[in-house]
């Protein structure tokens, strides 16, 4: 009576074709892939802009912070920018907190 159970299961288990282990990784492959070209890759790209920008930054230069703040860089340390703000004011803020060029939004706005 067994005999005939196991004789199926062997044939049943011999008629599958047994799968390589690199064909099981081939979906994670892809979708690394995947999600490195749509969110590692640019968000790279992205951060290697912002510091080439930071590096540049010069006296005189008009700049925003990521706090919205804008004004014009009247020093700068390793660290740290001092920004003249509207009314002769002066702040000292972060190098890593500043945006981009405050041109590029003027530039949008006069469009």
Known sequence: ???ILISSAHAQAA???AQSPFVSFIPFILIFLVMYFLMIRPQKKRMEEEQSFLNKLA???EVYTKAGILGKV???AEKAVTIEIE???KMKV???HIGGSAA???ATEKK
């Open 74 to 76: 009247t020093a700068i």
């Open 104 to 106: 590029s939004i003027f």
């Open 1 to 3: 009576m067994f005999d």
């Open 59 to 61: 006296h005189g230069d």
């Open 94 to 96: 972060l190098k890593s």
């Open 87 to 89: 009314g002769g004011a």
């Open 15 to 17: 008629a599958a074709p």
